[in-house]
Structures are given as C-alpha cells and as structure tokens.
C-alpha cells in the first residue's frame, strides 16, 4: 500500500504562508491525495483533495506535479487557530465500491506563534 | 446537527471490563469506520462496514468485536479490557463522491483509559 512522508513538525507565524510538502512516491493510479486537519481533542477534519495540477478552496491550496510523487499544502497566512496536526494521505477511487483502505501517516505538527 | 456523534466522550474502566462505545452518522453515508488513536498521535483502521456488511477488519485482537444493526450505527464493543486498549477511538463515514475518492467524516472522538 502507498504511503506518505511528512515532516513530522513545522514552526511558523501568524500571517506568513504555510507549505507543508508530503511525498508519496509509490502513488497509484487511483490514488487521490487529501490532506486532514486534526486540532487537539477532535477528529480529523477534511481539507482539500486533488488527484492533479492544483486546487484551491477557501481553506487552503493543494499543489500536486506532474508526477504526482509528491504534494504541497499551502495555507495562506496562517493565524494561531492553525495550529493543528495535518495529515497527508492517499485515498483510493474504487469506483462503486467503498472499499479503499485508508493508512494515516504521523502528520506534520504544525505550531503557528505571535 | 452532528454528522458523526459518539458516545460516551470519555470512558475510565478498570482492567478486565467490558465496555461499548456507540456511533451514529446522520450524512446518509454507507461506509462506517473505526480508528484507533494512541499516544503518538498515529491514526489506525480497525474495522469498516459498508451497508452492515464487515469490509475492512484489520489486525485487532478478538476482544474488539464491532456491531452495525443499520448502515447509520456502528458500535464497538470490547471485553477484558487490557493497559494497551487505552486510546482515542475515531468513528467516522464515508462516502464516494462523484469526481473523486471517498472523503471520510469523523467524529469527536471516545477517549478510553484502561486503570
């Protein structure tokens, strides 16, 4: 099963740009990268997803080459409620079927200050 | 109203006991989930049903036995309580979308510590 590696913890401050790179060389076809929010005492929440090229919500930006070897989140200055755990992971298209196993790696730590 | 709701929020037992934690999704999903959270923050499956049906049962001791009466609950029951059962436990469901891989929804969490 493809996995993901991230930096394990990130420093920032409040208002500058975050990019959090996560590299996933053994990506399948089918696999869409999605990245996770996870603030102390709650569940992941979700993010973004892209399977290509870029995407952008209101949240944050996904930046994914070519060949898809590896992704970059980016979150545009970034306040102290940012401070959070963020998870990169490939979620596989099984078609109709739900079945696609999902592996959490450690996720990148991010700690924003004044 | 709460997509994904678990209950209890928190859970203190002794070593030996029984105990349950129940979910319920109210985002019409068909596939439930539970993860479990140590210490180290790492984010594990146990188990994943689609539809009732057991789809995902990875390697968890016996002593975790999940129920889904209906595709909007998924209970986790767990006997003999052990130290290392003492976890975050995530419900969480899913969904496939339209344009891309299913997007998983969690719950707040049950944090269990075993005494």
């Known amino acids: 099963l493809a996995k993901t590696t991230q930096p394990i913890s990130m420093d920032s401050y409040e208002g500058q740009e975050v990019n959090i790179t996560c590299s996933h060389n053994n990506i399948a076809t089918n696999d869409y990268i999605t990245w996770y929010q996870q603030f102390p005492s709650q569940g992941p929440r979700f993010i973004i997803q892209g399977y290509k090229t870029k995407v952008t919500n209101e949240v944050a930006s996904l930046f994914i080459p070519a060949d898809r070897k590896s992704s970059t989140l980016s979150l545009p200055r970034v306040s102290l409620s940012d401070t959070a755990v963020y998870y990169c992971?490939?979620?596989?298209?099984?078609?109709?079927?739900?079945?696609?196993?999902?592996?959490f790696g450690q996720g990148t730590t991010l700690q924003v200050k004044p | 109203d709460t997509a994904v709701s678990q209950t209890p929020k928190y859970l203190v037992t002794q070593m030996g006991n029984d105990k349950s934690i129940k979910c319920e999704q109210n985002?019409?999903?068909?596939?439930m989930y539970w993860y479990k959270q140590d210490s180290k923050k790492f984010l594990k499956i146990m188990f994943s049903y689609n539809n009732k049906e057991l789809i995902i049962n990875e390697t968890v001791p016996n002593r975790f036995s999940p129920k889904s009466p209906d595709k909007a609950h998924l209970n986790l029951h767990i006997n003999s309580l052990e130290l290392g059962d003492s976890a975050v436990y995530f419900c969480?469901?899913?969904?496939?979308?339209?344009?891309?891989?299913?997007?998983?929804?969690f719950g707040a969490g049950s944090r269990l510590t075993v005494l």
């Open positions: 992971l490939l979620l596989t298209n099984h078609g109709s079927s739900n079945t696609g196993k999902l592996i």
């Open positions: 969480a469901s899913s969904q496939l979308g339209v344009s891309g891989a299913n997007v998983l929804t």
């Open positions: 985002l019409g999903h068909d596939t």
